[in-house]
């Protein structure tokens, strides 16, 4: 176990529609990440928050977004979903927001647009 | 723009028998390097890192990796399998100096490997 919790840890739900993915950090980490792991893009990474502020984006669409709370918990918001949406989304945290940091990863929403 | 390649889908061993799995970079510059494996219905779990240093690095479980920066690899090793070993391990890059401007950014991995160890 991680200690970084993500929620739902499924997800069915039909295209055009709207969801929130959430993401509790390891105690103490200031930093949240956002990966998708589908089967043909294989492990992405989306976003970086880090004490609240965004801090780098990668891959992410602009139907996709997300923000960092006061409590240091996270939320990816997905919107206008389409089914090649349909993928594991990964929330990782580590104690900064150095390179050489390693990051830890929660179990993963599994995500099934219909 | 930051790469990382494993050019095997699949390994296989015998258990007791060594085992690597490959993984080369590019960067434009000097590498942060990373291995996590994941095991089915699970998140992603460190394994070690490069940072700086003695290019062997340990990890956890008995794994190890080899920083060669002439071959730009990172592979992945460990003295002999077991039959747990078998899971989907990625590698994963971060050019260091990237975070200059205030953040880290995330990593780039591999398309992943699935090791196989057979009793």
């Known amino acids: 176990d991680s200690g970084v919790t993500q929620t739902p840890k499924h997800l069915i739900t039909a295209t055009g529609q709207r969801v929130t993915l959430r993401c509790s950090p390891r105690s103490g980490d200031l930093s949240v990440y956002w990966y998708q792991q589908s089967l043909d893009q294989g492990l992405q990474f989306l976003i970086q928050y880090y004490n609240g502020e965004e801090r780098a984006k990668g891959n992410i669409l602009e139907r996709f977004s997300a923000q960092q709370f006061p409590d240091l918990h996270s939320e990816l918001n997905l919107s206008s979903l389409e089914l090649g949406d349909s993928a594991l989304y990964f929330c990782a945290s580590s104690v900064w927001a150095r390179g050489y940091n390693e990051q830890f990863f929660g179990p993963g929403t599994r995500l099934t647009v219909l | 723009a930051q790469s990382v390649a494993q050019p095997e889908d699949q390994v296989n061993v015998a258990e007791g028998n060594p085992l690597t799995v490959k993984c080369t970079y590019s960067?434009?510059?000097?590498?942060?390097l990373f291995w996590y494996v994941q095991y089915p219905n699970r998140g992603l779990q460190f394994l070690l890192k490069?940072?700086?240093?003695?290019?062997l690095v340990k990890g956890s479980y008995g794994f190890e990796a080899e920083f060669n920066k002439s071959q730009t690899s990172f592979h992945l090793k460990k003295p002999s399998a077991l039959v747990s070993d078998s899971a989907l391990y990625f590698c994963?890059?971060?050019?260091?100096?990237?975070?200059?401007?205030?953040?880290?950014?995330?990593?780039?991995f591999g398309k992943g490997t699935h090791l196989i160890i057979q009793p």
């Open positions: 490069y940072i700086t240093g003695d290019n």
């Open positions: 994963a890059v971060r050019e260091r100096g990237r975070e200059s401007g205030g953040g880290a950014d995330g990593l780039t």
């Open positions: 960067v434009s510059g000097n590498p942060y």
